[in-house]
């Protein structure tokens, strides 16, 4: 995994990191069981007050202009 980034806190979100994950669904059929999984997609992770890890799923990875899903540099425009 890279390095977490780190996510500016607002009223309804917390202070954290994202996180960039691929999942698998579970189908047996399915090509994720195999392969590297569904995704990318991008999540928000925190620490709550008792130290326990939480994340929230952002969505999709954006495309960016070469049609590649990849993660926007920090104060870039994807």
Do not use: F, I
Request: proline share 13%.
């Amino acid at each position: 995994m890279t390095e977490p980034a780190p996510a500016e806190s607002t009223a309804d979100q917390p202070t954290g990191w994202t996180e960039v994950r691929r999942v698998r669904c579970g189908k047996p059929t399915c090509r994720c069981r195999t392969g590297p999984g569904h995704g990318p997609y991008l999540y928000q992770v925190w620490r709550d007050e008792q130290g326990h890890r939480c994340t929230r799923y952002l969505g999709p990875l954006p495309l960016v202009p070469n049609g590649n899903r990849q993660r926007a540099e920090p104060g870039g425009t994807g």
